[in-house]
């Protein structure tokens, strides 16, 4: 199902819909400044500071702009990413974590300006951002960074009463944050792009950038794009070497609903500080108040079932407003590097004027404005005094080496050993409405079955390097556990580093 802020779009007239229209070029060649693969809120922003400087820029999307992660996002623009200062001051510096939060304050105050320059109508408001707790085990959890916060020269709070409709043991409150509409403020910057001469090729698949003497060749399936700079805003990126970026990072799942509560709701944005992680904020459809509320979180790829993905949504909502309906489910799943700090700057040490921007952590609203200001200002040749937080040719220790583990043990598995054990379903067994991997012949086929019982068969092997796809019956998708690639039960691409869609295969009934 489409996310509240995809549906609102296509409902709304009055928005000039250049989001989804369909942009191609005749040439077999275009020459550029800077090629921007990706058009989500990453690569639309730095498109936007960029123009605003003279550059011509050529944005190159697959789908439509603004239509994956940035469309099914909660939209939260915020500094308070969890409870995390604790942890930055903590594996790293003071320094560091002040720069973090002053680089996240002022993307959150970059946005206003480009809304208020720009005259972008997003449903921005101001709001104040909860990370709360229900239990008294996390209190000592939310004191320690309540002093970490305070420490660093920022103004928190400690409250005990917000406007959730349930009772917390306490929260740490970060005020003058906000939300907004993020298609309605991603077609405001793909307008400003467009009246500056920068290009927006939608339906337009990157397949391959080459480095030739002192430009980059971008390819893609109709035409190439000549440039000096390239920057990687792919979300996930899909050039595997040099880079590594597979190696470095996992993409993690989450759910969100929308309900009408048909109840009067509260103000403010709320993440739970433990798990189970749940989110909430407000938003406006069509005149009404809807209460948005996320969770379910796993690595992309994994097997999770209705009951813990909508169905642990559905019923906390229940708990609050029994008589609620509700009016949207979505999902989507965002990087997350094994430091928990985003990749932003060189792709890789022997890529000159290549740039990337990747691993927002489920914070990408503002971290995406760090990332454009800090990829502008490289191109520019300007210093800018958050870029070293981000850097994504370094090579410290890794923090999390139980993910780091994962991932190894996860691509060992998918890469290689699960190839090798057989099925443990045969074609019969699929019920209608669901699917799972068969041997057909010695060969692994992935096998869905709609509710009519026509049949889909499609080589289960993801096209990005190559992981045995696992099936996933709430989206009726095959996802990839390495590496968080997705694709439809008829092999349609849906999701990267992946571009390419599966083999399909043709099976007699
Ligand atoms: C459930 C959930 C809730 C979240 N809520 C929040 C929140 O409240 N606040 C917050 O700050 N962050 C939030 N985030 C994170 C935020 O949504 C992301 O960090 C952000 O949207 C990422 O933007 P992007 O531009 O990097 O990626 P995308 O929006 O995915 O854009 C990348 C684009 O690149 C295109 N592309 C990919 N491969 C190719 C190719 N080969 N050729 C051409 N184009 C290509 C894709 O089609 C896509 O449009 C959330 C994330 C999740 C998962």
Same mark, same amino acid.
């Given at each position: ?71 099914? !996002?909660?939209?939260?623009? =915020? ?7 604790? &942890? #930055? @001051?903590?594996?790293? /510096?003071? +320094? ?105 090729? !939608?339906?337009?698949?990157? =397949? ?7 430009? &980059? #060749? @971008?390819?893609?399936? /109709?035409? +190439? ?285």
């Amino acid at each position: 199902m489409d996310s509240l802020w995809i549906s609102d779009y296509h409902d709304n007239k009055q928005l000039k819909p250049i989001s989804f229209q369909n942009l191609h070029t005749e040439k077999d060649l275009l020459e550029t400044d800077v090629a921007i693969v990706g058009g989500g809120i990453f690569g639309t922003t730095c498109a936007y500071y960029l123009t605003n400087l003279g550059y011509k820029v050529t944005i190159l999307e697959k789908d439509k702009i603004g239509t994956k992660a940035t469309g099914h !996002t909660t939209a939260k623009i =915020t500094s308070a990413h969890g409870l995390f200062y604790d &942890y #930055l @001051t903590n594996s790293y /510096n003071k +320094k560091f974590a002040r720069d973090y939060l002053e680089a996240n304050e002022e993307a959150i105050k970059n946005i206003k300006e480009i809304i208020d320059v720009e005259k972008i109508k997003c449903d921005f408001t101001y709001q104040n951002s909860y990370v709360y707790t229900t239990k008294k085990d996390d209190l000592k959890a939310i004191k320690k960074e309540i002093k970490a916060v305070e420490n660093l020269g920022y103004n928190c709070e400690f409250v005990t009463k917000t406007g959730l409709p349930f009772e917390i043991e306490g929260a740490i409150c970060f005020k003058n944050q906000a939300q907004f509409h993020p298609l309605k403020y991603i077609n405001g910057l793909a307008n400003c792009i467009l009246s500056k001469n920068g290009q927006i090729f !939608t339906d337009t698949t990157v =397949t391959d950038v080459e480095k030739i003497e002192d430009f &980059y #060749l @971008t390819s893609t399936e /109709n035409f +190439k794009v000549k440039s000096k700079y390239v920057i990687i805003a792919s979300h996930y990126p899909f050039i595997n070497f040099p880079g590594f970026y597979f190696a470095k990072m996992y993409q993690s799942t989450s759910y969100l609903i929308a309900i009408d509560p048909k109840k009067t709701l509260f103000n403010g944005m709320y993440i739970s500080a433990s798990d189970p992680v749940f989110s909430f904020r407000t938003a406006k459809y069509h005149g009404k108040d809807l209460l948005l509320i996320g969770g379910g979180e796993h690595k992309t790829g994994q097997p999770t079932s209705y009951q813990d993905s909508y169905g642990l949504l559905e019923a906390e909502a229940k708990k609050y407003y029994p008589n609620c309906e509700v009016l949207f489910r979505w999902n989507t799943r965002d990087c997350i590097s094994l430091d928990k700090i985003p990749y932003i700057g060189h792709y890789s040490s022997i890529m000159p004027h290549m740039f990337v921007g990747t691993g927002f952590k489920k914070w990408g609203m503002t971290l995406s404005n760090v990332a454009a200001n800090i990829i502008t200002d490289m191109i520019c040749g300007k210093s800018n005094k958050f870029s070293y937080l981000f850097d994504s040719s370094r090579l410290k220790p890794v923090k999390n080496i139980d993910e780091m583990k994962n991932i190894l043990v996860q691509s060992t598995n998918s890469l290689l050993l699960n190839k090798l054990r057989p099925a443990n379903m045969s074609f019969d067994e699929i019920a209608n409405n669901s699917g799972s991997i068969i041997e057909v012949n010695n060969t692994k086929v992935g096998v869905y079955k709609d509710p009519n019982g026509k049949i889909f068969a499609v080589k289960p092997t993801c096209t990005h390097l190559g992981c045995l796809l696992s099936w996933n019956d709430v989206d009726k998708t095959w996802d990839c556990p390495c590496h968080g690639s997705r694709f439809n039960f008829d092999g349609k691409n849906l999701y990267d580093p992946a571009f390419k869609d599966l083999e399909v295969f043709h099976l007699e009934n």
